[in-house]
């Protein structure tokens, strides 16, 4: 389209502007964003009800249509009934995306303030509902589910029984499992469904993003396992950290489809936390969360330790341990050489596929491989995209499921 006016049924200008630039990334397509031709405007005032503002409305989707037109421009300027830019009605500005020279590996925190302290005040005060800062619709609070008691299966904000009763797992707005395991896996002990772990076990979560270096650390962990001849013997759960409005893990441009269904065909648990931009909620107490659902799910552990997948990076560990500091942490590929991984990639069997990338001669959709890691050395960048340079995607689907885990040699 030429243009594109964003006047939502029932919200002011200011709820559409922040929807359209929250859509910013399904707007890039457009002519009308590459020649800057987006507006927004009061849904609720203009369109949405039938009377006499139906005509400033008129006006305002005339204005937009023709502002490439000085002659007509000029002339809907003049009329007395249409709303001032900036008044019911506005061009919407975009924010500027710097090209990164790298992609953080540290999951982003939430950083709006908005509805996670009204949450609290409300929960401290008893209350019921409270009202969100944005729709200004009621919201029932933890204290109104615990009052039900039961999940009510409809994937509450504030859901305090892990979304039990949801059907649809992707549609989680708290931590919660997205996938539970197979009963008859058959991985090792290690691999096991949340219902058959017994009491007393070590549970090993692995932050997964789906990529290529979570991929390889559960390689390791196999590896680890099958070595050490029964003497750990822990139990793997995948932890998946991702955005609740988009669906997609931040830099990896995953969805979480593709790491639910990796899961699957590793019949791995997946537990998935959702972060809410609009929430204000930092991103340590989402992960606190996820790990209160994994002892809900495994009361009787004997042990929890978290696991990781980088590299090299001493700033990313420092930081991890020092906000992490009360849990045990483990790095199984910690300096393990490029070659010694390339090796175990390609012994897997498995496609890895570049998901996003900042380098042009690295392209979204080229397969990683040796040949690729070679030239990304060559144009001195991280051979492994550990700097941030690229994101890549485990395929695991393209073998079986033994031969991904390194189970079959």
């Not at 070595?227 to 969805?255: C, P, R």
Request: net charge negative; aromatic share 10%; charged share 25%.
């Amino acid at each position: 389209p030429d243009v594109v006016l964003i006047g939502c049924c029932g919200f002011d200008l200011k709820r559409n502007m922040m929807d359209s630039i929250q859509a910013m990334d399904k707007l890039k397509p457009l002519r009308a964003f590459r020649e800057g031709r987006i507006y927004a405007a009061d849904g609720n005032l203009f369109f949405a009800r039938p009377g006499p503002a139906l005509r400033e409305g008129i006006a305002i989707l005339a204005r937009c249509a023709y502002d490439d037109e000085d002659v007509v421009r000029e002339a809907l300027d003049e009329l007395s009934f249409l709303p001032k830019e900036g008044n019911g009605w506005a061009q919407v500005h975009f924010p500027a995306k710097e090209k990164k020279l790298s992609i953080p590996d540290v999951e982003d925190l939430v950083t709006s303030d908005t509805f996670f302290e009204l949450h609290q005040e409300a929960c401290e005060a008893n209350e019921d509902f409270y009202a969100d800062p944005t729709s200004g619709y009621n919201v029932f609070t933890e204290v109104a589910h615990k009052k039900r008691g039961k999940c009510c299966g409809s994937g509450c904000r504030h859901c305090p029984y892990n979304h039990v009763n949801l059907k649809d797992k992707t549609m989680i707005q708290q931590p919660a499992f997205l996938y539970e395991g197979t009963d008859n896996a058959n991985g090792g002990a290690f691999i096991s469904s949340l219902s058959s772990i017994p009491p007393n076990s070590h549970i090993k979560v692995l932050f997964f993003s789906g990529g290529k270096d979570s991929y390889l650390t559960i390689r390791k962990l196999v590896q680890q396992k099958l070595q050490s001849n029964g003497t750990d013997n822990f139990h793997l759960i995948l932890l998946t950290t991702y955005d609740f409005e988009t669906k997609v893990i931040a830099h990896q441009d995953v969805n979480i489809d593709t790491v639910c269904r990796q899961a699957r065909h590793l019949e791995i648990p997946l537990l998935g936390i959702p972060l809410h931009r609009s929430s204000g909620e930092e991103y340590l107490s989402r992960i606190e969360k996820g790990l209160d659902a994994v002892r809900s799910a495994v009361p009787d552990m004997k042990q929890l330790t978290l696991v990781f997948g980088d590299l090299h990076l001493e700033h990313i560990r420092q930081w991890r341990e020092k906000e992490l500091s009360k849990y045990s942490l483990e790095y199984p590929l910690w300096k393990v050489p490029y070659t010694e991984l390339i090796d175990d990639l390609e012994s897997s069997g498995v496609n890895i596929v570049v998901s996003a990338s900042n380098q042009d001669g690295i392209g979204v959709g080229t397969t990683f491989s040796r040949t690729l890691w070679q030239d990304a050395t060559k144009m001195g960048i991280d051979g492994f995209g550990e700097e941030g340079e690229f994101h890549s995607v485990a395929e695991v689907w393209t073998t079986s499921k033994e031969q991904a885990l390194g189970l079959k040699l």
